[in-house]
């Protein structure tokens, strides 16, 4: 695959089946992505894998934390306080889709919160790779560690690979830092599920869309201000 079909191939697994991804081919995804760009070749990213027995500890914890109604401590802010348009309706329409696409009914919230519990199991991916930071950085370093997130995930959908980026692990950093050993210094970003797509799974035919660039990128002009 070239570039551009990679980029077009890539969306958000939800469903995996359970054969493992090979410790071989996760070793080369992330000696492929570790050449993303980084201001001053600072390089910020600190990365834990963790598969089979010890991912499933890590799901069970977040999971079991959920269901007690344990305290969601993530340490940064990664959607605004209030939401305003126009990444209101976007918001909206992305959740409506999803449910249309389970077929999951408006006020239906007891399959709502399972969906929404399955972020924390990552979907059942054999592989998770979790991506910590120094609390010390800055802005910078977090524009930098968004390439080398894509990097991961385009260079597993190029070797057959599915994968989720799931910010919502975030909201227990610290239960995964406390399992895998990790300073307390470190913020846990977010987690990549890695693993092989269940092709028979409803919610991956689940495709969110994207703007006309036209209306997004404005070449030659300034755009108007109302």
Partial sequence: MD???VL???????????????????ELILNNAKHSPSGVNMQPWEIVVASGATQKA?????TDAFASQTKQQSEYQYYPSEWFEPYKSRRKGTGLLMYKTLGIEKGDTAKQHAQWVANYRSFGAPSVVYCFID????????????MFLQSIMLVATSLGVGSCAQAALADYGYLVREKLGVAEDKILLCGI???YEDKNAPINSYRTNRLDINKKIYIGKKPTQK
């Fill in 3 to 5: 570039t551009k079909e």
């Fill in 8 to 26: 077009q191939k890539r969306k958000s697994v939800r469903a995996f089946t359970s054969k493992l991804v090979e410790r071989e081919t996760i």
């Fill in 58 to 62: 890590l799901a069970d914890t977040m």
């Fill in 135 to 146: 609390n010390r950085l800055q802005k910078g370093s977090y524009l930098d560690y968004g």
């Fill in 193 to 195: 599920a890695l693993g």
